[in-house]
């Protein structure tokens, strides 16, 4: 079997060798079970779900995914290797396409698609008729309503599971503490699952927290961005700030969720092609962005979320070298966390007019114009998900307790910054791992240097700004 494993990811993938606990996930799937796997951002968990695709050889792999921009990434990849059978059902695609691709469901190896999409009645039916060989649940951590980005839709994926008629099942995530794995597991009724976590540490990262004023740190962020090693990535709470930094920083771009398409392609693959030495932006950026070289990643603001903050610091030192994940933290930072989160969810005033008016026959349809909501914001689909399911008196309690969650785990994010014990211990002890005890580890443990050549770089360019200054001046 170990021999059939390698020569198909060197025939099919072209790789020499599996990463770790690759092969041991690959071959629980090939044996037929339910599988968890946590594994860190960028440790190849795609290639999981689908190199026992080429093994099996027969039946349809469904591969759930929660963003448009994850989907098309994958699928370059593996049309870049030559692999024709792969689609996806998004909202991208015209009725028509999607009607082609339902027709002719038998003739893909991977079928990729939101939540959504699965949940149409007549895309449903189309799964539950053709052989699924297997149901892949990407970035699982958005089923379970303490995961760092709950998504309603997740929600039904059991449900829907067993309606394609319960074919095998695997759930992948980067970032998964107890709590949450067993909510996938439960929501997802997984049949006594093959469960593979690896550590969430990542060694190569040495975490420093900067504690100071409010008015110091945009002052205190210039500097750094001197010292630091770069390609550097900026993290902002919104999207306003991500643009002003950006202004504010030499050789900077911005990126956020409220870009076209086409400029947020643009700017970041001048981050990949190494054009542009830091990248500001809000938590749009980064799941599905290959780039192995980053040595910092700043936090101007404080995350939502623990889960949030690893996700995004380990997009860090991915190819092993050392990097550094550097949290600015300023009193009453949080503030702007807990105005987002408030957004979040449906105000008592809204649960109970979006009840009192479907209660009197009002259509769902015309809810959002009455609530001043758009409709596929997620305040609003979850209002409607609440309507179908729950009483009015459940449904305020609902939404109060997980505000209340979410404000807890702001306040997990929030003794972090604080703390004064090692701060990769307590990342650790978030999700329920043993302590590690490394050099290089944290501003507690010891002083983090930033390595010098970072400033050889930057008096590189200055030094070819005063040259282009010259030649100017000569004429
Ligand atoms: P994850 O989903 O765990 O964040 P991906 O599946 O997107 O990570 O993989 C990250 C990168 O690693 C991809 O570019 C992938 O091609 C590469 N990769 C995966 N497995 C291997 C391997 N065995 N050898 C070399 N590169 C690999
Ligand atoms: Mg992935």
């Not at 370059?76 to 030559?82: E, K, S, T």
């Not at 059902?89 to 959504?116: D, G």
């Not at 503030?335 to 259509?363: C, H, W």
Request: one cysteine or more; charged letters at 30%.
């Amino acid at each position: 079997m170990r021999h059939l494993y390698e020569s198909t990811l060197k025939r099919v993938f072209g790789y020499d060798s599996f990463r770790t606990g690759q092969h041991d996930i690959i071959h629980a799937v090939v044996e037929g079970h339910d599988v968890l796997a946590v594994m860190p951002t960028g440790a190849g968990k795609s290639l999981t779900f689908q190199l026992p695709s080429y093994i099996k050889n027969k039946g349809l792999t469904v591969i759930v995914s929660p963003l448009l921009s994850l989907i098309e990434d994958q699928m370059q990849h593996i049309r870049a290797r030559g692999e024709r059978g792969v689609a996806r059902l998004t909202s991208m695609e015209s009725a028509e396409e999607k009607q082609e691709i339902i027709n002719q469901l038998k003739r893909y190896r991977f079928l990729y698609l939101s939540p959504e999409q699965l949940a149409v009645p007549y895309v449903t039916r189309a799964l539950s008729n053709v052989s699924v060989q297997m149901l892949v649940i990407d970035e699982a951590h958005c089923i379970s309503q303490w995961g760092h980005e709950f998504r309603p839709e997740y929600a039904r994926l059991g449900e829907l599971r067993k309606q394609i008629g319960s074919p095998q099942c695997m759930a992948v995530t980067a970032t998964a503490p107890e709590n949450v794995k067993r909510d996938i597991i439960e929501k997802l009724a997984l049949f006594t699952p093959e469960q593979f976590v690896h550590s969430a540490n990542r060694p190569e990262i040495r975490l420093v927290v900067e504690r100071l004023d409010k008015e110091r740190k945009l002052e205190r962020l210039k500097e750094l961005i001197q010292n630091i090693p770069k390609p550097a990535v900026v993290y902002t709470a919104t999207r306003r700030e991500a643009e002003a930094l950006a202004f504010e920083l030499d050789d900077a771009l911005f990126y956020h969720g409220g870009m076209s398409t086409e400029d947020r392609r643009l700017v970041q693959s001048q981050f990949l092609r190494d054009e542009v030495s830091v990248m500001v932006c809000t938590s749009a950026f980064g799941m599905g962005v290959n780039k192995d070289n980053v040595r910092s990643v700043v936090h101007f603001q404080i995350p939502a979320t623990v889960e949030a903050y690893m996700q995004e610091i380990g997009r860090a030192g991915r190819d092993g070298q050392p990097a550094f994940a550097i949290l600015l933290y300023a009193e009453g930072d949080e503030r702007i966390q807990q105005f987002l989160i408030d957004g979040q969810y449906p105000k008592d005033e809204d649960v109970r007019m979006a009840y009192f008016e479907s209660e009197n026959g009002t259509a769902i349809t015309q809810l959002p114009r009455l609530l001043r909501m758009s409709e596929e914001e997620s305040k609003f689909l979850l209002l409607k998900q609440l309507l179908t399911e729950r009483s009015l008196q459940e449904a305020l309690e609902w939404v109060k307790e997980r505000r209340r969650d979410r404000y807890r785990q702001l306040g997990q994010m929030m003794d972090y910054a604080l703390i004064r014990t090692c701060r990769r211990d307590y990342l650790l002890r978030y999700f329920s791992e043993p302590t590690i005890e490394q050099e290089e580890c944290c501003d507690i443990c010891g002083e983090i240097i930033y390595p010098e050549t970072s400033t050889i770089v930057r008096e590189n360019v200055t030094e070819w700004k005063i040259r282009l200054t010259q030649i100017f001046s000569f004429e």
